[in-house]
């Protein structure tokens, strides 16, 4: 089973790799479909993921960055059909770097899950924070194109602020599901806990953006850099707190 688990993270990021190659020579369908096959194979790495922890494989990083396929090619559709906007080939970037990050990690094949993780709070609250940290993945890497493509700065924040619009809602819900389900497991909303202190400053900065206005050619220059430093924290919420053994915290992945 862990032979496969490798191999079906490998075609993953085969496949996203192919899907963002197809969209930069400006093949639309083709990329589209490579998407909905890394869907599929995701899937099947979903369900594999599973068999060999023996429980929802959500409770590592590991398993967390390989969810993100799951929720992005989604995502892809409704962006195309709802919104109009074609952004196969920036979601399947955001795919590549987590798959790529997940085979970086230990597959941690004797996972199970701790008293805490029995929650009915555990899968919707996951979820809700890879679908927003997906999508402003996806907003900061068209801000930092922007920055050496001037002539697409506006489009591009543009389409990263209706990304941010998008996102945030999930991110409030990661962050309210998240303090109902500390209070059901640990006996309190809050703890002042470095992660929940890093997710309130991720949240905060992005709501500062949302109520900044549309974005318009006077105002590029100093909504950019707010964008990146938002998404900065959330890298620094998902990655950093949970990676470093030397940062204590409830959420941490390190161990």
Not at 85 to 98: D, H, P, V
Not at 131 to 156: D, Q, T
């Amino acid at each position: 089973m862990s032979v496969l688990v490798y191999v079906l993270e490998g075609l993953c990021l085969l496949l996203c790799l192919l899907s963002a190659g197809a969209a930069v020579l400006a093949k639309p369908y083709a990329a589209r479909r490579l998407f909905d096959a890394v869907w599929l194979v995701s899937l099947l790495l979903l369900v594999a993921d599973g068999v060999l922890a023996q429980a929802l494989p959500f409770g590592n990083m590991r398993h967390v960055l390989a969810f993100f396929p799951v929720v992005m090619v989604p995502a892809a559709y409704y962006l195309r059909r709802r919104r109009q906007m074609e952004l196969t080939g920036w979601l399947a970037w955001a795919s590549a770097l987590a798959m790529a990050g997940a085979l970086c990690m230990p597959l941690q094949a004797s996972w199970r899950q701790m008293p805490a993780l029995q929650s009915p709070w555990f899968v919707p609250h996951v979820t809700s924070y890879v679908i927003s940290y997906g999508l402003l993945a996806v907003a900061a890497m068209l801000v930092l194109v922007s920055c050496v493509r001037p002539a697409r700065m506006v489009p591009h924040v543009a389409a990263a602020d209706a990304l941010v619009y998008l996102a945030f809602p999930f991110m409030t819900f990661g962050l309210g599901s998240g303090a109902l389900w500390a209070d059901a497991a640990w006996g309190g909303y809050w703890a002042w806990d470095i992660k929940e202190v890093w997710s309130l400053l991720s949240w905060s900065l992005y709501i500062i953006y949302l109520h900044l206005g549309s974005p318009r050619r006077d105002n590029v220059s100093w909504r950019r850099p707010l964008l990146l430093l938002g998404f900065l924290a959330v890298l620094i919420t998902f990655l950093v707190v949970n990676l470093l053994p030397k940062l204590e915290s409830m959420h941490s992945y390190a161990q």
